[in-house]
């Protein structure tokens, strides 16, 4: 009887699976005054999901707005960067960030690269993950912070029922509901926010303070921006 109550308790635990995540902080500049308006370019993508560069720029944007600082990729942007030829983040090297914060008229720019953005679901295991590197300049060129992390969400299913439950589902998203996800722009997006959302107690908010410098203690837990007040006082000065 006791061994039955193990094994049940086991079930229930591998059946409701984890999600979770790592962040690590490469690099980060010392009393850095952070930019007013960051346009957040097109990712380099080094995995194999198209679906990919949508959702990481959509997190990429949420996690900019949390900081404080307003994120870009409006059309007229995204029309200048493909008269400049580019289409793809790995395109981006071609040109100095100087010169692209100038074309694009923005004095921030955020640069990423997409490491892994994979999705596993045989029944029996289901492993959904995504790992990236986002890198913050200024307008003429100075790295204000770079930093990488990973979001996932792994379940191990031992139940025939829960093992047919998900098989099934996996089939009808190979039909159906991973392209529409990849139409949405949410295609592993709870992972990607997961990945995003451990960054941002590690980055400095955009307010800067009373000596001009980038405040970096503990952004608001709650993901709000403290976007108004920081715009009155960046202004006001």
Same mark, same amino acid.
């Given at each position: 009887?006791?061994?039955?109550?193990?094994?049940?308790?086991?079930?229930?635990?591998?059946?409701?699976?984890?999600?979770?995540?790592?962040?690590?902080?490469?690099?980060?500049?010392?009393?850095?005054?952070?930019?007013?308006?960051?346009?957040?370019?097109?990712?380099?993508?080094?995995?194999?999901?198209?679906?990919?560069?949508?959702?990481?720029?959509?997190?990429?944007?949420?996690?900019? @707005?949390?900081? #404080?600082?307003?994120?870009?990729?409006?059309?007229?942007?995204?029309? *200048? %960067?493909? &008269? /400049?030829?580019?289409?793809?983040?790995?395109?981006?090297?071609?040109?100095?960030?100087?010169?692209?914060?100038?074309?694009?008229?923005?004095?921030?720019?955020?640069?990423?690269?997409?490491?892994?953005?994979?999705?596993?679901?045989?029944?029996?295991?289901?492993?959904?993950?995504?790992?990236?590197?986002?890198?913050?300049?200024?307008?003429?060129?100075?790295?204000?912070?770079?930093?990488?992390?990973?979001?996932?969400?792994?379940?191990?299913?031992?139940?025939?029922?829960?093992? @047919?439950?998900? #098989?099934?589902?996996?089939?009808?998203?190979?039909?159906?509901?991973? *392209? %529409?996800? &990849? /139409?949405?722009?949410?295609?592993?997006?709870?992972?990607?926010?997961?990945?995003?959302?451990?960054?941002?107690?590690?980055?400095?908010?955009?307010?800067?303070?009373?000596?001009?410098?980038?405040?970096?203690?503990?952004?608001?837990?709650?993901?709000?921006?403290?976007?108004?007040?920081?715009?009155?006082?960046?202004?006001?000065?």
């Amino acid at each position: 009887m006791f061994r039955k109550g193990i094994l049940a308790v086991l079930a229930v635990s591998l059946l409701s699976g984890c999600i979770g995540g790592a962040q690590k902080v490469s690099y980060l500049k010392d009393k850095a005054d952070i930019p007013n308006f960051v346009m957040v370019l097109p990712p380099a993508n080094n995995s194999t999901d198209l679906a990919a560069p949508d959702t990481t720029r959509r997190v990429a944007c949420e996690m900019m @707005l949390a900081l #404080g600082v307003i994120p870009f990729t409006s059309p007229s942007q995204e029309e *200048q %960067l493909k &008269k /400049m030829g580019i289409t793809d983040g790995g395109q981006l090297g071609a040109y100095k960030a100087p010169d692209l914060a100038e074309k694009l008229g923005v004095d921030g720019l955020l640069y990423s690269v997409i490491k892994n953005f994979n999705e596993i679901n045989v029944g029996v295991y289901i492993n959904r993950s995504v790992e990236a590197e986002f890198t913050l300049v200024d307008k003429l060129g100075n790295k204000l912070w770079q930093i990488e992390g990973t979001g996932f969400n792994r379940a191990v299913n031992v139940t025939p029922g829960a093992i @047919l439950q998900e #098989g099934a589902k996996a089939m009808a998203q190979q039909l159906v509901g991973k *392209q %529409l996800e &990849k /139409m949405l722009k949410i295609h592993l997006l709870q992972e990607a926010q997961k990945m995003t959302g451990l960054m941002i107690p590690k980055l400095p908010q955009w307010p800067v303070n009373e000596k001009g410098a980038a405040d970096v203690s503990q952004p608001d837990q709650g993901g709000n921006s403290k976007l108004g007040g920081a715009l009155f006082k960046k202004r006001s000065k």
